[in-house]
């Protein structure tokens, strides 16, 4: 089976939807996206998304993967999601990956697919041969760091159909129906796109840095007030670099729609065991101040 152009390799797939839920208090999901929403009384034009902090690894994956379980966790953005527990509680909608990165990265377009991974390889114009897939994190990963490959052969071609239909497309799915909900209620949306980084290396000290695209993608009134907040609490933020904001932060990121979007990237050395990837004694400190930085914001820009 040959795709002959990318339109018709996504044609091709069974894409499966998730259905809009307009009010709920409690997790609804599918097997790969958790969807956590506020009651209706309490909601804010706030959403969250956890795209990288799945830890629900397909055992068919692990069967091709040639990386042991402890390396392919590295790759993840471990327990954001977990940091981010108590937000729609105070209003703020969730959307989280429950399955990982290194199975397929959501913060990529579907395009940026490194055709030579599958047998026989993918055949098409469309796709994006990015910097990202050439260093092999294209949408569906071909390294978890540079020289460290997930696989020892090349994929089957119809994997490529089954990850994006099942995994990419109902999280994408269930971002825009959220958004769109919001949207309607409020008449502007702000997506929180949350990931967690490694030490930065450099002198400065970094726990935080706030991507919108150098200005593209949100107002310098909320990136301004979301560094402030972080500040107040003793975190040393920085803007755009070296993160300015990936496929999410761009794509539901539309200022002339009165839909913002900022990334914000968490130095993982603030809340976990660099060595185990285990919460340290500091995650449950961590984990109330990013509740009360997300609660407060939110009330900066909501008014019930």
Not at 48 to 76: C, I, K, N, T
Request: aromatic share 10%.
């Amino acid at each position: 089976m040959v795709f002959t152009s990318a339109y018709g390799m996504w044609q091709a797939f069974n894409v499966k939807k998730i259905q809009k839920i307009p009010c709920a208090s409690s997790v609804r999901s599918s097997s790969a996206v958790g969807i956590h929403l506020p009651t209706c009384r309490n909601r804010t034009p706030f959403l969250l998304s956890s795209p990288h902090s799945g830890r629900d690894y397909p055992h068919d994956f692990l069967q091709v993967a040639a990386l042991p379980m402890d390396e392919l966790e590295r790759m993840e953005d471990r327990y954001t999601d977990q940091l981010l527990r108590h937000m729609p509680e105070k209003g703020l909608s969730l959307v989280q990956a429950l399955f990982p990165r290194s199975f397929c990265d959501v913060n990529r377009d579907w395009r940026e697919l490194d055709t030579s991974m599958f047998s026989p390889p993918l055949i098409g114009n469309d796709f994006i041969f990015s910097k990202k897939v050439q260093a092999g994190y294209g949408v569906i990963p071909r390294c978890i760091s540079p020289g460290k490959s997930i696989y020892r052969y090349c994929l089957p071609l119809e994997e490529a159909g089954r990850r994006l239909s099942q995994y990419w497309e109902p999280y994408h799915e269930a971002l825009q129906q959220t958004q769109k909900t919001l949207y309607q209620q409020f008449g502007s949306t702000i997506l929180l796109d949350i990931h967690s980084m490694p030490p930065l290396a450099q002198t400065r000290p970094c726990d935080i840095v706030l991507g919108n695209r150098h200005g593209k993608t949100c107002s310098d009134e909320l990136i301004r007030t979301t560094e402030r907040l972080f500040t107040e609490k003793g975190y040393h933020v920085q803007r755009n670099v070296p993160y300015s904001g990936g496929y999410i932060t761009g794509r539901y990121g539309k200022m002339e729609q009165n839909r913002q979007s900022l990334q914000i990237e968490i130095n993982r050395s603030c809340y976990l065991n660099m060595q185990t990837l285990q919460p340290n004694r500091h995650f449950s400190k961590v984990q109330q101040d990013i509740t009360n930085i997300l609660t407060e914001l939110a009330h900066s820009f909501h008014s019930p």
